[in-house]
């Protein structure tokens, strides 16, 4: 079994919010082109072209419905990779050191020459954030672009992971979550940023952004009690209610104009 | 093990080389930076510097290597050896398939070029093709806008003279609420989405118009899950909430619109309904300072919006008196409404009350002086911060013209067009409808049409119709049939050069266009239609050249085969003269240009049209030897001149004094400074002239000096649109040209010069008590029509497409997962997988489109489940309406821009035993590619 590093220097991931998250799936494409062509194995695809096509992704979108006790159901678009985990199981479960969380950021990667396939580090990661590529087989799994964000052959706005890059939206940040000053952690400060299953332990790194309340037009009927407050707009006064009447009003307001 | 940490190389070399260039994974044009290693492509993302998609990238882009590479990509020219429809095909030269193809239309353009119905689909390079079209002389060209969404850009332009998407957009940095209407998920994405994700990041608000709760509309505050088909009633309803309450911009519409302009309200005159002119044909408001009528532009005249005009015994009334008694009418109340919309009537008043509250209590100002067309000078810039953006799920019904214009009738109401916060026109718009061209139809032998196919008519007497009336054009586009139709009917011309209505032709060339599958109605009967024979076994359509990328569906139904490149391989230029990428703060244009060459036997079908033009002695496409004039497409978006001074792009042309921007004569160097400036040239609108440029005297002048008008145009806002009330007054008798009997009616009802709504047609035309339910389809935003699904990677995000119930039908119907269900129309049934979604009107079932694929096409396995559970609605949908039993074919299209009406669609459903596969099933098509590999590992640099 693999040891984790008692602390990191930084804490390196991504902020997802899923109030923006319109669910079009650039960030796993843009991160299926980007890992394809870099770090280790290519993410290869089998049948792509035939009855069943599967093919290893580090990053999908998935999407869940929601049904309030009242008013409409909503869609969540839930992006997921995976969360850089202090606590990584993934790592501890690794019987060959393959899989290592980094001293300097925190990110959590495979080391493929010594990745034996096992999957056991699949099995013990609650998120199902890793994949076993079928060509190579070898576990893959998120590197947060850690072949982008040092990279000093791009320029420095660039070196970013490539889903944050992409992300049209934005709705995807990145930033050490260590730094309680740095714009990620302000942002997760700010909108009560969450941790996916903080049950399971394994303090995850990356945070998602709740969804904003919504469908408050939905709303009952308009009475309200004396010093209730009502986010929106009354209902509008009319000042006429048959066009000689408006024709009037006109009148008068075009005097005032 | 205790902690093990390798060494890695966090600075790998990333390319050998970047090369930028313009996406065409679907309609937006973005900028992409193409990362090559050992002159390969290795990656693709968005580039920064671009003006669309300022770095970002959708799926559709990113999986751009995926579609470069598609095992379905074409190899060479084709001739058919088996019958229409198998897929037999022989490999070709290009000589031969040129020469083929100059032998067919050689003897058309001498005898009558209307023999031949050019048709160019998903085209990007139209303002070419119908250059090429015109020359040739047939009035048949249009490309795929009439079953797009003619009817948003056919509204905007006669009511504002812009729309949205690459007309205009949304003021994103001042914006405070923004509102959406049948947004498809495709159209605009990156900008929409960077829009909504700039617009939650400052807290504003987006309320989502939409059946169906997803995309944009899952994250917007407030989703108003309307009945299809009735967003006219809704946007009508808020109007008559707006205009009783009198929160409407009264200043605005006294300025810059044509609601002060006099109306003839006499009822025997052959002018009732027009508008009263001065002898130069000015339109006459009353001056409020004078009390007298005076033209609406003149120097320091106050348009009074309430007073009325009597002169020689008639009555002239502004348009806003109109306006008030129409819909302050109780039939458009909340309560008269909400049951047919499926949205209670306090929503409608919260919603009424909240656009008021936003566009007139948040009035935002910029300190920035201007001066307007009649010579008055503005310290300010006043703004009202509620925009809107709308799509096809409003505009592709029968009732999606007056729709989309009830739509724009509501922005300029409330002042929000051309503000600060509000709707922006990108250029080359605004543009008055009046300065746009008109349809042209003459055909003379062995000569160019008489002018440019498409336009805004103005009344009756622009229609195409030949001297004894009949239709001139295939799809009888600009007929009394659909007198406004701006981009054609491609959607009726197979149906009706098949049935040899309004005539017989002889040869259909299609691009891009994938008719025989998903990009038609009636899918089935198009195949038989492309396929039947006369008495004589002869083909009915004798003779047909399609020109595309990939093996589609539609290549089995052609004669011909001209192997279009992939968009990586092909030079192309988004122009100012087409459909340009400009923001509302700049003008812009961009190209493609090779960043591979092609490893086939394929050319870019527009440098092909500069062959086959000239073998044809086409006269835009000859020098005067006879000499090919154009070696190729770069060539012709070099050296082409629309006008002096003006060609294909407008950025580094040759001045006086060197290079210059807009007008100028062709530079040599153009496409190469194009390629060192990441393929896009951009010149930003001044301060002064940013907001209300149809007005804006900074702004018109601007517009001039690039080229993009001749002289200032300013003009006002028509909500009031006489030229349909000239089309009504021909069906009330007046005037020489006259519709025929039967379009009488239809037309005085359905041509309202004030935006009206009626039900769609389908509903008059089925029993709506047995087809209770709305079907729909949308695209998924991974994915452009039938390109997603060949798609290696794209297809394993949607390679399914079941059809979605809401939570009301499927329990009625007792569905759970996996079931299937028999899905009816009036016209077709379909037998389809179903899933349950909640988030859907409760009347509305819809599936993903154009994810349905023919067994052997696109490379794909005849087992795969595009194939096998995949389908398309379209089965459903007929071009034409149900018969009426008056022996008159009746298309299924808007009255007024006969935009096809593939949403009006009702069906019924019930649960059906699990067949094999999806119904109806087609036998496979032999494919002309093979099939793709079975697997991949797709590493470039190794």
Redesign the interface.
């Known amino acids: ?5 008692e602390s990191t220097d930084r804490k390196l991931g991504l902020v997802i ?1 899923l ?8 960030c ?3 991160c ?3 890992n ?3 770090y280790g ?2 993410l ?12 290893t ?1 580090l990053n999908r979108v998935h999407s869940y ?1 929601v ?1 309030p006790d009242q008013g ?6 839930f992006p997921k990779s995976c969360l850089h985990c202090d606590d990584a199981p993934c790592v501890t479960v ?1 019987p ?2 393959a899989s ?4 300097e950021d925190g990110i959590v ?1 495979v ?1 493929e020459t ?1 990745c034996i396939g096992c999957g056991l580090c699949a099995w013990a990661c609650p998120y199902g954030a890793r994949e076993m590529d079928a ?2 087989g070898v576990m893959k799994k998120c590197t947060l672009c ?2 982008r ?6 320029p420095e ?2 070196r970013v992971p ?1 889903c944050v ?7 995807r940040h990145f930033g050490d979550l260590g730094d309680p000053n740095s714009d990620v952690s302000k942002l997760v400060e700010e909108r009560g940023g969450m941790d996916l299953m903080p049950e399971q332990g394994t303090k995850p790194v990356n945070k998602y952004l709740p ?2 309340p ?6 009952p ?2 009475a309200q009690a004396e010093g209730d407050i009502d986010v ?12 000689k009447g ?2 009037g ?3 008068k ?2 005097e005032k ?1 | 093990m205790t902690h093990h940490q390798p060494r890695i190389d966090t600075s790998p070399k990333v390319s050998d080389e970047v090369r930028k260039t313009t996406c065409y994974m679907c309609a937006c044009r973005c900028g992409i930076n193409v990362h090559m290693k050992d002159g390969k492509v290795a990656y693709i993302e968005g580039n920064r510097d671009h003006p669309v998609n300022r770095g970002v990238l959708c799926a559709k882009g990113s999986a751009g290597i995926m579609q470069h590479n598609a095992p379905s990509r074409l190899r060479a020219p084709l001739k058919r050896v088996g019958p229409r429809g198998s897929g037999e095909f022989e490999e070709i030269t290009w000589d031969e398939a040129l020469s083929i193809a100059t032998d067919w239309l050689a003897p058309l353009r001498e005898k009558d070029p209307s023999k031949l119905a050019f048709f160019t689909g998903r085209d990007q390079s139209q303002s070419f093709t119908s250059y090429w079209a015109q020359n040739f002389g047939t009035p048949n060209y249009a490309a795929h806008g009439g079953f797009c969404s003619v009817n948003m850009a056919a509204a905007g332009i006669y009511t504002m003279g812009g729309a949205f998407w690459e007309f205009g957009q949304p003021d994103w940095e001042h914006t405070k609420l923004f509102m959406i209407f049948g947004v498809a998920e495709d159209h605009d994405s990156n900008p929409i989405k960077m829009g909504i994700g700039r617009i939650k990041e400052r807290g504003a608000k987006v309320i989502g118009v939409n059946p169906i709760r997803s995309g944009y509309n899952a994250v917007a505050d407030e989703w108003v899950g309307i009945t299809p088909g009735t967003d006219g009633l809704f946007i009508l309803s808020l109007v008559h909430e707006l205009l009783k309450s009198g929160r409407i911009d009264l200043d605005y519409l006294a300025r810059y619109t044509n609601a002060p302009v006099l109306v003839n309200m006499d009822e025997t005159s052959p002018d009732h309904g027009l508008l009263l002119r001065d002898e130069a044909g000015k339109t006459l408001v009353i001056d409020r300072k004078t009390g007298k009528p005076a033209p609406f532009d003149q120097k320091g005249v106050r348009p009074d919006l309430s007073a009325t005009y009597r002169h020689g015994g008639t009555t002239y009334k502004p348009v806003m008196h109109l306006i008030a008694e129409r819909y302050l009418d109780p039939q458009y109340a909340p309560e008269a409404v909400a049951a047919r919309c499926g949205i209670p009537a306090d929503k409608i008043r919260t919603i009424a009350a909240e656009l008021a509250r936003v566009a007139f209590d948040e009035e935002i100002v910029l300190e920035q002086e201007w001066t307007d067309f009649r010579g008055e000078t503005h310290k300010v810039m006043k703004g009202r911060p509620v925009s809107f953006h709308a799509m096809r799920g409003i505009s592709a019904h029968s009732n999606g013209f007056q729709t989309c214009r009830a739509l724009h009738m509501l922005q300029i109401l409330l002042g929000t067009v051309e503000v600060p916060g509000g709707f922006r026109f990108k250029p080359p718009y605004p543009k008055p409808v009046t300065a746009h061209p008109k349809p042209h139809a003459k055909v003379t032998p062995d000569s160019p049409l008489d002018g440019p196919h498409l336009g805004f008519v103005q009344g009756p007497e622009d229609l195409a119709l030949k001297e004894d009336g009949s239709p001139a054009r295939i799809d009888k586009a600009f007929t009394w049939e659909n007198p406004m139709s701006a981009h054609g009917l491609m959607h009726m011309v197979i149906s009706n050069a098949h049935a040899g209505d309004p005539y017989r032709i002889d040869t259909l060339f299609m691009y891009m266009a994938n008719m025989s599958w998903n990009s038609s109605m009636n899918t089935r009967g198009v195949m038989d239609m492309l396929t039947d024979k006369d008495e004589s076994g002869a083909y009915v359509i004798p003779r047909i050249i399609y020109s595309d990328a990939y093996s589609s569906e539609m290549v089995a139904y052609a004669d011909l085969i001209l192997p279009d490149t992939t968009y990586l391989e092909r030079h192309d230029c988004i122009s100012l003269l087409d459909r340009p990428i400009c923001e509302a703060d700049a003008a812009a244009d961009a190209i493609r240009w090779p960043v591979v060459e092609p490893d086939r036997d394929v050319r870019g079908f527009q440098s092909v049209l500069c062959e086959l033009g000239a073998r044809l002695n086409l006269p835009g496409f000859v020098n005067e030897d006879g000499s090919q004039k154009y070696a190729d497409y770069a060539d012709y978006i070099t050296n082409h001149q629309r006008k002096p001074g003006i060609g294909p792009l407008a950025g580094w042309r040759t001045g006086d004094e060197g290079l210059t921007h807009g007008r100028g004569a062709p530079n040599a160097a153009q496409l190469q400074t194009y390629i060192e400036n990441g393929g896009f040239f951009i010149k930003h609108i001044p301060d002064a002239a940013a907001y209300y440029k149809p007005w804006n005297r900074q702004y018109q002048d601007w517009a001039v000096d690039l080229g993009i008008y001749d002289s200032p145009q300013p003009y006002i806002f028509d909500l009031y649109v006489e030229p349909m009330r000239r089309f009504q007054l021909a069906a009330e008798g007046h005037g020489d040209r006259q519709p025929p009997d039967h379009l009488r009616e239809r037309i005085r009802e359905t041509l309202d010069p004030l935006p009206i709504w009626y039900p769609p047609f389908e509903d008059a035309g089925v029993d709506t008590d047995e087809f209770t339910i709305h079907a729909l389809t949308q695209r998924p935003m991974a994915m452009y029509h039938s390109w997603g699904s060949q798609n290696a990677w794209l297809r394993q995000i949607h390679g399914h497409n079941p059809l979605y119930l809401p939570t009301k039908l499927w329990e009625a119907h007792g569905f759970s997962e996996g079931d299937w269900a028999r899905v009816s129309s009036a016209h077709g049934q379909i037998t389809v997988p179903v899933a349950h979604m909640a988030a859907l009107n409760e009347n509305t079932v819809w599936t993903w489109n154009a994810i349905g694929k023919r067994k052997g096409a696109w490379a794909l396995d005849k087992d795969a489940p595009e194939a096998t559970k995949g389908f398309l609605l379209n089965h459903l949908i007929h071009e034409l309406l149900p018969p009426k039993g008056d022996g008159l074919r009746w298309a299924n299209s808007d009255p007024i821009t006969g935009q096809a009406a593939w949403f009006d669609l009702r069906v019924k459903i019930e649960k059906a035993e699990a067949p094999t596969e999806s119904q109806p099933r087609f036998d496979p098509i032999s494919s002309p590619v093979g099939r793709g590999p079975d697997h991949l590992e797709w590493k470039v640099g190794k």
């Open positions: 079994m693999t040891s984790l590093p919010d109030d923006t998250c319109v669910g079009c799936h650039a796993v494409v843009s299926k082109g980007w394809t062509e870099n194995a290519p290869s695809d089998q049948e792509p072209y035939g009855a069943d096509p599967t093919g992704f419905e049904q409409a159901a909503q869609l969540i678009h690794c060959t050191g290592y969380k980094r001293v990667l080391n010594d060509a190579e850690v072949d964000i040092y990279n000093e052959n791009l706005e660039d490539a890059r992409t992300c049209p939206a934005g709705a969804p904003r919504k469908d408050r037009m939905d709303r009927a308009p929106l707009a009354p209902f509008l006064k009319p000042v006429a209610e048959e066009p408006f024709i009003w006109l009148d307001a075009l104009l």
